[in-house]
C-alpha cells in the first residue's frame, strides 16, 4: 500500500491544457457543452494524450458484511449480502441491468460475507466472516484494513492488466450506510451534537431504529476514539472490509493512470478517505450521482467535486457508474468527433470579441 502511496503522480496539466484549447476551437460557442468539456479534458490529462480511449469499462463491487448489523441498524436481513452478492453474478441486480444496457462488465469480489458463498465469476479475497460489531470492539486489526486495502489495488492491478480503461466502483454489505456515517464523522472530527449531519436512514429505518443507529456510532466514536488524522486507524475502529477494499481501488487507479467513478454515498466516503491519504487521488476521480444519505453532501463539501446526476438515488451497488460512463462517453464522442471551425468553414474572427 505504501509504494502505491507515494508513486502516485499528478495528473498531465498540459494535456489539460491542450485539450481546452482543442474544446475551444470546436464549432460550437465558446464553453457550450459545459461541464462535458470538462470531463474530456480531465480525461487527457489523466491519460497523458489526446486520444482518449474508454471503450473497455468495468465496476468492481465489494461485498461484505458488518458486525455492526448485531445492533439492529438495518431494515433488511443480513442474509441479502450474501443473496444479493449472487445476485449481482447474475445479471439480476439495479447495477447488473443498468451495466448490461451499457456495455459495462461487473467485476465482484467477497472480501468479508459472512457465509461462504461461490460463482464461477466471483472472486475470493475473503479477510474474515464479517467484521466485528464495532459497538462492543475495534471493527478489525489494523493489519486487517491494510490487507482491505491492498485487495483492492490488486483487483485494480488485475484490471489494467485485462485491458480496462476506466472503472466504477460499488458494493454490497448489508449495514454499510452505519460504518460509512461512522468513518465520515470521525475523518471530520464531528462533535457528537453534530455527528446526526451525516446518519440516514440507509436502506428505510425507522424514526426509532434510526435514533437507535445515530447514538451507536456516537458511542462508538466516543469509546474508540478513531484518529481524524489516520485513515487506516478509522477504518480498523469504525470500518468495514468493502470501504477498505474501495479505497484501495481508487489508489489502485490513481497509480496506474486510470479514471474512476464513484457511486453513492458509502463510495464517496471511501474516496474521501483514499484522497486524505494522497490528495493526487482527487484528479481521477468523477462522481456520478448526488446520493440521497445524508452525508453525502458534507463528503461532496470536502472533496469539492461536482455530481453529475441527480435522480434521487440510493440503491448502492455501484449502480451509478454505467450512467455516468454514459455521459464520459458523450463528452469523449464530443472531443474527438465533433468539427473544429475549420473544418466546419465557420470564420472565427468574431471570437475575437468575445475573449
Given at each position: 500500500m505504501e509504494n502505491y502511496l507515494k508513486n502516485i503522480e499528478k495528473v498531465n496539466i498540459k494535456y489539460y491544457e491542450k485539450a481546452k484549447d482543442h474544446i475551444d476551437f470546436l464549432a460550437k460557442p465558446l464553453g457550450s457543452l459545459g461541464e462535458l468539456e470538462e470531463i474530456s479534458a480531465k480525461l487527457c490529462s489523466i491519460y497523458n494524450t489526446l486520444d482518449v480511449n474508454v471503450d473497455k469499462k468495468a465496476i468492481i463491487v465489494l461485498a461484505s458484511d458488518n458486525g455492526i448489523f448485531e445492533e439492529g441498524v438495518a431494515s433488511t436481513p443480513q442474509e441479502v449480502t450474501a443473496i444479493q452478492t449472487i445476485?449481482?453474478?447474475?445479471?439480476?441486480?439495479g447495477v447488473a441491468v443498468i451495466a448490461k444496457q451499457f456495455n459495462v462488465d461487473v467485476i465482484v469480489c467477497?472480501?468479508?460475507?459472512?457465509?461462504?458463498?461461490?460463482?464461477p465469476n466471483l472472486i475470493n479475497k475473503k479477510i474474515r466472516k464479517s467484521t466485528n460489531n464495532f459497538a462492543k470492539k475495534e471493527a478489525m486489526t489494523r493489519q486487517e484494513a491494510i490487507q482491505a486495502i491492498n485487495v483492492g489495488i490488486e483487483l485494480v492491478n488485475k484490471a489494467k492488466k485485462d485491458g480496462y480503461k476506466i472503472i466504477g466502483t460499488g458494493e454490497m454489505g448489508i449495514g454499510n450506510t452505519t460504518t460509512s456515517s461512522a468513518i465520515l464523522a470521525s475523518l471530520l472530527g464531528l462533535s457528537l451534537d453534530e455527528i446526526e449531519n451525516v446518519v440516514g436512514v440507509g436502506a428505510g429505518l425507522t424514526k426509532d431504529a434510526y435514533n437507535k443507529k445515530v447514538n451507536l456510532i456516537k458511542n462508538a466514536i466516543e469509546k474508540h476514539k478513531p484518529n481524524k488524522n489516520d485513515v487506516i486507524d478509522i477504518i480498523q475502529k469504525v470500518g468495514g472490509f468493502d470501504i477498505g477494499a474501495m479505497i484501495g481501488v481508487y489508489i489502485g487507479c490513481a497509480y496506474n493512470k486510470i479514471p474512476v467513478v464513484v457511486d453513492g454515498f458509502i463510495a464517496i466516503v471511501s474516496a474521501l478517505c483514499a484522497i486524505k491519504l494522497n490528495e493526487n487521488i482527487k484528479d481521477y476521480i468523477f462522481l456520478s450521482h448526488k446520493s440521497m444519505e445524508k452525508g453525502y453532501i458534507l463528503a461532496q463539501k470536502e472533496i469539492e467535486l461536482p455530481s453529475y446526476l441527480d435522480l434521487k438515488m440510493r440503491l448502492g451497488e455501484g449502480s451509478g457508474c454505467p450512467l455516468m460512463f454514459s455521459i464520459i462517453?458523450?463528452?469523449?464522442?464530443?472531443?474527438?468527433?465533433?468539427?473544429?471551425f475549420d473544418e466546419a468553414k465557420i470564420d472565427t474572427k468574431y471570437l475575437e470579441s468575445l475573449k
Open positions: 445476485n449481482i453474478l447474475e445479471g439480476k441486480t467477497d472480501v468479508g460475507i459472512k457465509c461462504d458463498i461461490s460463482h462517453d458523450a463528452s469523449v464522442a464530443m472531443f474527438k468527433n465533433m468539427a473544429t
